[in-house]
T-cell receptor
């Protein structure tokens, strides 16, 4: 199995632009999680899905952030408009049962 | 709100010694706790899960304890090796599925 796949691996954009991060979970995993990691705040859960349905989005910082999971093999995290404080590494993780989580390699986002 | 603290940001030990990392939490009673390893530039990798009714769990050179009275978990690596150098993250279960992560302890093992 290829593991969790994220794209792009690196993204540099200018403030105000729309950013879309993509994730393909491990096949057969029912749970998908989006995290953000910074030095200051550590690894923070943004939102998670169970069987493609958003369960808890309380970690989404504000309305500029949105996430979708149109099917079991694909999810997106969108930031519109982006701001410099959104610069971070964004991780996607999937889980078969909601306990042990398998993380992707992350997307390093830089907003200038 | 739930708070999780890993008591040291960095730990330096010599090869062959036992590394002990601490995770403390407040304002919560998690059903389970997990430990992950993260190498620079990579995503966290799951190591161990311990449930609230388990006192101790082992996997090869790793051992985790979970004291729900003290609200503390200890993570031990015995006979440490330079390859064990990484950041180790403690994570608490939140509402059955989600995890709250500590900021991690960076372990450096010197030969």
């Amino acid at each position: 199995d290829a593991g969790v796949i994220q794209s792009p691996r690196h993204e540099v954009t200018e403030m105000g632009q729309e950013v879309t991060l993509r994730c393909k979970p491990i096949s057969g995993h029912d749970y998908l999680f989006w995290y953000r990691q910074t030095m200051m705040r550590g690894l923070e859960l943004l939102i998670y899905f169970n069987n493609n349905v958003p369960i808890d989005d309380s970690g989404m910082p504000e309305d500029r952030f949105s996430a979708k999971m149109p099917n079991a093999s694909f999810s997106t995290l969108k930031i519109q408009p982006s701001e410099p404080r959104d610069s971070a590494v964004y991780f996607c993780a999937s889980s078969p049962e909601g306990s042990e989580q398998f993380f992707g390699p992350g997307t390093r986002l830089t907003v200038l | 709100s739930q708070k999780i603290e890993q008591n040291s940001e960095a730990l330096n030990i010599q090869e062959g010694k036992t590394a002990t990392l601490t995770c403390n939490y407040t304002n919560y009673s998690p059903a389970y706790l997990q430990w992950y390893r993260q190498d620079p530039g990579r995503g966290p990798v799951f190591l161990l899960l311990i449930r609230e009714n388990e006192k101790e769990k082992r996997k090869e050179r790793l051992k985790v304890t979970f004291d729900t009275t003290l609200k503390q978990s200890l993570f031990h690596i015995t006979a440490s090796q330079p390859a064990d150098s990484a950041t180790y993250l403690c994570a608490l279960e939140k509402a059955g599925t989600a995890l709250i992560f500590g900021k991690g302890t960076t372990l450096s093992v010197s030969s």
